[in-house]
């Protein structure tokens, strides 16, 4: 088991990292369709990929497109620069365009032999019905309409809704096998009490088909029209007897539904009175802007005094000014100026203030009503007071949108399910439905892009009948759209990170598993670079390479790690150790040795001349420079290996206290992090200082000055990963590069930002297919031909990556580089022999008087 610490600092990975957040639109959408991921499929041109992925979690893509109330967008991040949203709902209906019944997935669980019945087509129901199909239960479907769709059918006007795609969408129920019963009236036609003990479990989502009656005086008058009464009737036959004058009672999207409904079956003149003022209107404000183009008029601020008839017929209508409609506790209250009123004649009223369901053949069953004549049911499980019966959609609370009435028809999905297999119904019930997500998401004014609108038919146009409003868009402005996404999510950490891609989904989930398990895949950490990348990423900054290399520590303590595959660095440590490739010189010359100059592993393995020529010009330019030949230990701490770190470093702080040193120069970026950490604890005021920095403040050898001025050549920079928060560095290269008259190419990811070459946290043994493109990513970056690192191991990646590849020390003493061929990879053979012939070169050089 990993120490108390450890474990604590990957429980806050756990507890605070968001790569399992979903994007705002998705938590907040209440069946959580993936709008991010379909949205970035059709800027991608990806419309066939779209429309599947919208499809996992809705049947309705098209009539969705069209009517859904998308409080999806009302969460979008481009609220904050702009407050134009994406269009969500309008991408959702152009994917639905490339919609093919042949592509519908009919695949469910093996069939029982389990009934269950469903009172109602409408939207709760359907869906619903439709989950349960897909668990392999018998179900049918009891609808009192001689037409599915509940209020999607009736209730929506066909100029918003076109009755074929609506019907191509429901016709997904029969396909899956679900039995839909026309025309059959629960109470009428058949006894709720026949369905209980004919199936299994009941679902009731009827809908709200009753419209609210308001008790204002003339109310019975004839001429007085019941909103829902209107909308059904225009719905099935597109003709309703209405006469000239119309006024609307009612501020909502059922209200503007009515009045530009009546413009379409011949009313001249129509009004709508609501007591809200305009910015409080329930309807939508894009409905309520139609409804004026097409000649509505809409009086805000008024409600209805009475109905005045003549001969038994509405005449007119006076209505009293409304100063308040909700009360200091928000409660609906409205307050009137009574000496404030307001007539006109009108022919009908139409009155649009609400609606709610008729339960009435629930008289005598056991069910438990509310006062208001809509089912009691559970707001977790959606279970009545009768066992085996539940209820879900606008039969049970407020009036629902058509999204939020599916998603309650899947959650009472949820609970028949496990109710009919015995199994809790309230465990992990948090996430159904709309919810707010945990992801932080910053966008700022320059994300500003205007929102693409849909095509329209002219106000001129529409009211001539039926035909549907809104086209929707083209494929270019619906990929225009599309493109303004700015795909929240968090997993930046993965997104940047080859080998978090490999391994999991998001570190979240990574260090769960370890958490729950007390295990791991070796593999896993002895495959992380340890570049720190990830922490740039992250917006908690989680440091994951810490918890990798603290899972190697204790690996090595089991006896799992190092892996079998590391046996060629456990060997490159020992020889690094060895007498045979280390040494220790003091600068006899100047007589003391104030400075030493430490090479590392990588660079004398790889050029032993160029070591043997910097450390001469080193020895000339700064008089009291020595040397020390031997590995760091970097290694062998990335291994994991502590207590064997610790016995090696010590060897190199006794071989640095030996000569008496003030600063050690170190050429290797590794050698520089890690000396730099553990040679000031044992060895009071030393200091460690980079080749780079020190060339910089003493110049570049006379030859070496402007030697590729005129050749044209330009080189990619690549940064090391382990020095990426030193700056100095990064400024020293750049000069050195300047002042040799090299052109610099600065790759997308450098200084503090750099990529990991693919070579430093170990992997390229233990995971050599990870490491390898890992490197060729890095070196496919650049787009000259030559990259210059200053990092010999680092250059090696960039060569394996597939670019010609140049340690700084190739570019101040190799020449002129036009035309030559630069070097490759040495064998490891050939790597000890340099390393070898490195250390009699410092030798000879210390050892000159």
Known sequence: MYPAEVLEKMKEIVD?????????????????????????????????????LIREKLFLPATLGRICAHPCEQKCKRNEVGHQPMSI???????????????????????????????????????????????????????????????????????????????????????????????TEVGKDVAFGDIRDNYDAVL????????????????????????????????????????????????GNVAMDVARSLIRVGAKKVDVFCLEKREQMPAHSWEVEEAE??????????????????????????????????????RFNPCYDESKLYEIEADNVVLAVGQTADSSFLADTGIELLKNGKVKADPVTLETSLKGVFAAGDAVGRPLFAIEAMAEGRKAAVSIDRYLKGEDLRAGREFEGAYETWLEKDVS???????????????????????????????????????????????????????????????????????????????????????????????????????????????????IGPLKQHRPILMHQKFSFSRIFNVTLPDKKAGFTRRIFYPGCSLPSYNPEAVGRIYEYLKEKLPGTGAILKCCGKPTKALGQEELFKQRSA????????????????????????????????????????????????????????????SGMTV?????????????????????????????????????????????????????????????????????????????????????????????????????????ETPGVDSTLQSWSKRWKTKKILTRIANKK
């Open 16 to 52: 605070n990292c968001m790569g399992d957040a979903p994007a705002y639109c998705v938590a907040t959408c209440p069946m959580h369709t993936d709008a991010r991921g379909y949205i970035k499929l059709i800027s991608e041109g990806r419309y066939k990929e779209a429309i599947k």
């Open 89 to 183: 709902a309008a991408l959702k209906r152009f994917a639905a365009e490339y919609d093919d019944p042949s592509d519908w997935d009919l695949s469910m669980e093996p069939e029982k032999d389990i009934k269950i019945a469903v009172i109602g087509s409408g939207p709760a129901g359907a869906q619903a019905a439709i989950d349960l199909r897909r668990k392999g239960y018998k179900v049918t479907i009891f609808e009192k309409l001689p037409v599915a769709g509940g209020m999607l059918r009736v209730g929506i006007p066909e100029y918003r809704l076109p009755r074929d795609i609506l019907e191509k969408e429901y016709s997904y129920l029969t396909k899956l096998g679900i039995e839909i019963r026309l025309n």
């Open 204 to 251: 009731i989502a009827v809908g709200a088909h009753r419209s609210v009656m308001l008790p204002v005086p003339g109310i019975d008058l004839k001429g007085v029209i019941p909103a829902v009464d209107f909308l059904r009737e225009v719905s099935m036959t597109r003709k309703y007897p209405v006469g000239k004058r119309v006024a609307v009672i009612g501020g």
């Open 293 to 330: 183009e097409e000649g509505v008029v809409i009086h805000n601020g008024w409600g209805p005094k009475e109905i005045v008839g003549e001969d038994g017929k509405v005449k007119k209508i006076v209505f009293k000014a409304c100063e308040s409609v909700f009360d200091k506790e928000g």
């Open 445 to 559: 004014a320059e994300q500003f892009l205007p929102r693409v609108q849909t095509m329209k038919l002219s106000p001129e146009e529409r009211i001539k009948g039926f035909m549907e409003v809104d086209l929707g868009f083209t494929e270019e402005m619906a990929r225009k759209e599309a493109e303004r996404c700015l795909q929240c999510e968090c997993r930046l950490c993965v997104k940047e990170c080859l080998m978090l891609q490999d391994f999991t989904h998001c570190p979240k989930e990574l260090f769960k598993e370890i958490l729950d398990t007390g295990k791991v895949n070796p593999l896993v950490p002895y495959s992380c670079n340890m570049c720190n990348k990830c922490t740039l990423e992250c917006p908690k900054e989680f440091r994951l390479a810490d918890r990798f290399s603290e899972i190697r520590k204790e690996l090595v303590k089991q006896g």
């Open 651 to 710: 060897m190199v702080v006794e071989e640095v206290r030996r000569l008496g040193a003030e600063e050690v120069i170190t050429a290797c970026q590794s050698c520089y992090k890690t000396l730099s950490e553990y040679l000031p604890k044992h060895i009071p005021g030393i200091k460690v200082r980079s080749l780079w920095v020190v060339l910089k403040e003493i110049g570049l050898p006379e030859k070496a000055r402007g030697i590729a001025k005129n």
């Open 716 to 820: 990619a920079i690549h940064d090391s990963c382990v020095t990426r928060d030193v700056p100095e560095i990064h400024d020293a290269v750049r000069f050195i590069v300047s002042e040799l008259g090299y052109g610099i190419e600065e790759l997308p990811n450098s200084r503090g930002n750099t990529r990991c070459c693919g070579y430093g946290g170990m992997v390229v043994p233990a995971n050599p297919e990870l490491a390898k493109r890992v490197m060729q990513r890095r070196a496919n970056e650049a787009k000259c031909e030559y990259i210059a690192t200053y990092c010999a191991a680092c250059r090696a990646s960039m060569v394996m990556g597939g670019k010609k590849g140049l340690h700084l020390l190739d570019l101040i003493f190799g020449g002129d580089w036009r035309g030559k």
